[in-house]
Every structure is written in C-alpha cells, then in structure tokens.
C-alpha cells in the first residue's frame, strides 16, 4: 500500500474562482494512479491578519489578481522535493512546506501555493487508499453542518445590507442530503416571498439573494419568514447564522461601529449588546466576526455575554494566524 501512496507527479496551474477570480490549483498523482486536487479559495472580505496570498499584481494580467507566480513555485520549487515522499504523510508534508516556505505569513511561496499542494495531498492520500477524505483525516472525523448563505450583503452585495451573510443551518436534518433539500426549500421559499414584496434586487455573489431592505433586522425577519413558509419551525429545524464582518463597519480612529443602510452608529459596548439582543430575539445559532479583528475590548464583551448560548466564530480575528488562535484560546474570546 505505501508504494501505492508514493507521489509521482505534482502540478499546478491557474483556473477561476465562483467569482471569476484567478486562483490556484494543485493536482498530485501518485503511484497507484490514484489523483487528489486542491483548489485554493479566496473570500471577497479578507482579514488584515491573514497569511499572504500570493498574486502576481502585473495590472495588465487579470487586473493584478492573477497567480502565476505561485503555481511556479509549486512546480518549481515544491514538486521537486516532494516527489517520491508518500501522501498520508501529512504532517510531513506540511512541515516541508512551511519549511520550504521559512515566513510567518507565507509570503515567500504563498499561502495559495502552500495550501494548494496540503490539500492535493489529503485529497490523493484518501483516493489512494479508497476511503472517503474525512475518514482518511481521522477517527470521529464527520462532514461539518454547512451554513449556507441566504441573504448576501456587505461586500458580497454593494453593501445592500451592513452585515454580510444572513445564512442558515438545517440543524433538525437527519442526514446530509436533507441539509441540502431544507436549505433548498428555504431558499426558494426566500425568493417568492422577495417577489411579492417586490425587494429582489438580484443574486449576490456567493449565491444568496440581494435584497432591498431598509434594515438589517428586516433582512433576519426575511429569512424567518422563508422558513416558515417551506414549512419548517426555526430554530428546531432550521436555525439562522450570521457574519456580521464587524471590521467592515468600524472605524478605529473613533472607536465606532456603522451601519450606513440605517445611518446608525454605534459603540462597541452599544454594538456588542446589538448583536446579543438578536440572538436573544431571534432563532440565531452561530455569530461569525461580531467584532471587529482590532476590537479586542469588543471581543471580551461578546464573548463573555454569549460564549456559552450560541456559536461565536472569529474568522477575520483569528485568520490563518497560528498565535492569534493560541492568544484567543487563553482569553476565551469567540468559542
């Protein structure tokens, strides 16, 4: 079985994004034929602290976004070392390829590049060994309960509502394949009642709707509204998630939060309390980037009023920064 794991050919190459947007994808071959493919995403709203994504920034390619430059180091400088290296060695892997890379944000080869070839490896070791990728990851390992978006503003709609994903989480299905046909009931639910309303305004850019709405409360009643009308009881069988991406909306010189759908501003203890009062109000479940990622204050203020009642998930606080983890972990701050 090992000789079968051992990695032959590794490539990378550019392709396109949901977006449209030039990225990065990696194939790996190995010895049994087997084939895994890591495809690097990238999200419209990216946290300050993230590690690089290498683009090339040649405006005259792509705008600036293309990713030439680090499929060539995957196959300059990555394939040549792991070639011959077994692919269920992951840590291994890993290890080479932070090492190959010697930064702390990734920004010799790129975290794209990097990312690209873990994922390849992972998606090959599993094919290789004719096991599904999260039982090759691990014992217990299980598929996640997706959030899926709903409502698209903030960047992801031209700022049409303040806060960015109104999503939702089928948290009464038995299965994964009833988490898709929930998801679906709702979501089409969503768009008939936006017709009648006459507030449909489009299709965001990560596939929820983008509506016309004076508020963003308006847009959570929406989407209560819409499961309802598919028939499902929220927050039994259909819960709400949000990512607020609160670094969009504050400004650090005054300390402040806005929301200029409503021309509101708030502080961050006025902004935090908000935020806890939807989630007392209203069937949410998980919170994501309730605070902005320099708003530690902030933080220490949501966490400490909602740690233990819904999901708080630090995504543009924490990033892909190892010791921002570790520094969150020791202040349980988000959970």
Same mark, same amino acid.
């Given at each position: 079985?090992?000789?079968?794991?051992?990695?032959?050919?590794?490539?990378?190459?550019?392709?396109?994004?949901?977006?449209?947007?030039?990225?990065?994808?990696?194939?790996?071959?190995?010895?049994?034929?087997?084939?895994?493919?890591?495809?690097?995403?990238?999200?419209?709203?990216?946290?300050?602290?993230?590690?690089?994504?290498?683009?090339?920034?040649?405006?005259?390619?792509?705008?600036?976004?293309?990713?030439?430059?680090?499929?060539?180091?995957?196959? &300059?400088?990555?394939?040549?070392?792991?070639?011959? !290296?077994?692919?269920? %060695?992951?840590?291994? *892997?890993?290890?080479?390829? =932070? $090492?190959?890379?010697?930064?702390?944000?990734?920004?010799?080869?790129?975290?794209?590049?990097?990312?690209?070839?873990?994922?390849?490896?992972?998606?090959?070791?599993?094919?290789?060994?004719?096991?599904?990728?999260?039982?090759?990851?691990?014992?217990?390992?299980?598929?996640?309960?997706?959030?899926?978006?709903?409502?698209?503003?903030?960047?992801?709609?031209?700022?049409?509502?303040?806060?960015?994903?109104?999503?939702?989480?089928?948290?009464?299905?038995?299965?994964?394949?009833?988490?898709?046909?929930?998801?679906?009931?709702?979501?089409?639910?969503?768009?008939?009642?936006?017709?009648?309303?006459?507030?449909?305004?489009?299709?965001? &850019?990560?596939?929820?709707?983008?509506?016309?709405? !004076?508020?963003?409360? %308006?847009?959570?009643? *929406?989407?209560?509204?819409? =499961? $309802?009308?598919?028939?499902?009881?929220?927050?039994?069988?259909?819960?709400?998630?949000?990512?607020?991406?609160?670094?969009?909306?504050?400004?650090?010189?005054?300390?402040?939060?806005?929301?200029?759908?409503?021309?509101?501003?708030?502080?961050?203890?006025?902004?935090?309390?908000?935020?806890?009062?939807?989630?007392?109000?209203?069937?949410?479940?998980?919170?994501?980037?309730?605070?902005?990622?320099?708003?530690?204050?902030?933080?220490?203020?949501?966490?400490?009023?909602?740690?233990?009642?819904?999901?708080?998930?630090?995504?543009?606080?924490?990033?892909?920064?190892?010791?921002?983890?570790?520094?969150?972990?020791?202040?349980?701050?988000?959970?």
């Amino acid at each position: 079985m090992e000789a079968m794991l051992k990695i032959v050919h590794l490539e990378a190459y550019q392709i396109f994004d949901s977006r449209g947007m030039p990225t990065i994808e990696t194939q790996m071959v190995l010895e049994g034929g087997a084939v895994g493919r890591g495809t690097v995403p990238s999200g419209a709203s990216t946290g300050q602290f993230e590690a690089l994504e290498l683009r090339d920034g040649d405006a005259t390619h792509y705008g600036g976004k293309s990713v030439f430059q680090a499929v060539r180091h995957v196959n &300059d400088i990555v394939a040549p070392v792991l070639l011959g !290296k077994h692919a269920d %060695e992951q840590r291994s *892997i890993d290890n080479t390829l =932070i $090492e190959l890379d010697g930064t702390a944000n990734k920004c010799r080869l790129g975290a794209n590049a990097i990312l690209s070839v873990s994922m390849a490896a992972a998606q090959a070791a599993a094919a290789g060994k004719g096991v599904p990728l999260h039982s090759h990851l691990g014992p217990g390992t299980v598929i996640p309960l997706p959030q899926i978006q709903i409502l698209g503003g903030g960047a992801h709609a031209d700022w049409r509502t303040d806060v960015q994903d109104f999503l939702v989480i089928a948290n009464g299905a038995k299965d994964y394949e009833q988490v898709l046909e929930m998801t679906h009931n709702v979501y089409r639910a969503t768009g008939q009642l936006m017709r009648q309303r006459g507030s449909a305004m489009g299709i965001a &850019d990560e596939g929820g709707f983008w509506p016309d709405v !004076k508020s963003n409360e %308006e847009a959570i009643l *929406i989407v209560i509204a819409a =499961i $309802e009308k598919a028939g499902y009881t929220p927050g039994t069988d259909v819960s709400l998630a949000l990512d607020v991406a609160a670094s969009d909306l504050f400004d650090e010189p005054t300390q402040m939060y806005r929301f200029r759908l409503e021309n509101r501003e708030f502080s961050s203890s006025n902004f935090s309390q908000l935020i806890a009062e939807w989630c007392a109000r209203y069937p949410i479940i998980s919170v994501e980037d309730p605070m902005a990622d320099v708003d530690a204050a902030g933080w220490r203020m949501i966490s400490d009023s909602l740690r233990d009642k819904v999901q708080l998930i630090g995504d543009d606080l924490f990033t892909t920064n190892v010791e921002r983890i570790r520094s969150g972990i020791r202040g349980r701050v988000a959970n």
